[in-house]
T-cell receptor, first 110, second 113 residues
Framework: AQRVTQPEKLLSVFKGAPVELKCNYS??????LFWYVQYSRQRLQLLLR??SRESIKGFTADLNKGETSFHLKKPFAQEEDSAMYYC????????????FGAGTILRVKS | KAGVTQTPRYLIKTRGQQVTLSCSPI?????VSWYQQTPGQGLQFLFE???????NKGNFPGRFSGRQFSNSRSEMNVSTLELGDSALYLC????????????FGSGTRLTVV
């Protein structure tokens, strides 16, 4: 079965420190992966997609098919990065079903 | 450009009742999907509609149903409510399919008492 694993419930770092939010997946085909973020009292929003190979708010994520991982990284954490982060893969014939991980709370301390 | 709009924001229902939730997607978006979010199970896919057709369905009992109208607006219905149906129900829309990423609404918080 398709599965997304985020092993850390909570990641706490100091401002200016590097951040790596881990995501591993299990998928039988070619996965399409996403990171979504939910800031306090805001709606869930798309952060980035692996197909775009983009950097959003300083975050990047590289798909490693060998390790079946899609870790989210940022070299220098900022306090405004504190939020819940969800890794998700796109499943279904039309890629229309998102399978989410359990989420990781990122807390950036000053 | 207006985002995904869900109504109502909050609902309190009694066990055994039924409930209908509404979702208006972003203008031009034809794919609408629904998710249930709970502290225990996280985010779980309910179903997805495209051009009024259900294309995919998650592992939920038949009490959970939905539909999409010609203007892409969608509703989901839960019949014979159970306490375990208490959750945040999220609607998301996309232009065609999920590969471009979905835009989520703020959700409807359903409490079953």
């Amino acid at each position: 079965a398709q599965r997304v694993t985020q092993p850390e419930k909570l990641l706490s770092v100091f401002k200016g420190a590097p951040v790596e939010l881990k995501c591993n997946y299990s998928y039988s085909g070619s996965p399409e992966l996403f990171w979504y973020v939910q800031y306090s009292r805001q709606r869930l929003q798309l952060l980035l997609r692996h197909i775009s190979r983009e950097s959003i708010k300083g975050f990047t994520a590289d798909l490693n098919k060998g390790e079946t991982s899609f870790h989210l990284k940022k070299p220098f954490a900022q306090e405004e990065d504190s939020a819940m982060y969800y890794c998700a893969l796109s499943d279904g014939e039309y890629g229309n079903k998102l399978v989410f991980g359990a989420g990781t709370i990122l807390r950036v301390k000053s | 450009k207006a985002g995904v709009t869900q109504t109502p924001r909050y609902l309190i229902k009694t066990r055994g009742q039924q409930v209908t939730l509404s979702c208006s997607p972003i203008s031009g978006h034809r794919s609408v999907s629904w998710y249930q979010q709970t502290p225990g199970q996280g985010l779980q896919f309910l179903f997805e509609y495209f051009s009024e057709t259900q294309r995919n369905k998650g592992n939920f009992p038949g009490r959970f149903s939905g539909r999409q109208f010609s203007n892409s607006r969608s509703e989901m219905n839960v019949s014979t409510l159970e306490l375990g149906d208490s959750a945040l129900y999220l609607c998301a829309s996309s232009l065609a399919a999920g590969r471009s990423g979905y835009t989520f609404g703020s959700g409807t918080r359903l409490t079953v008492v």
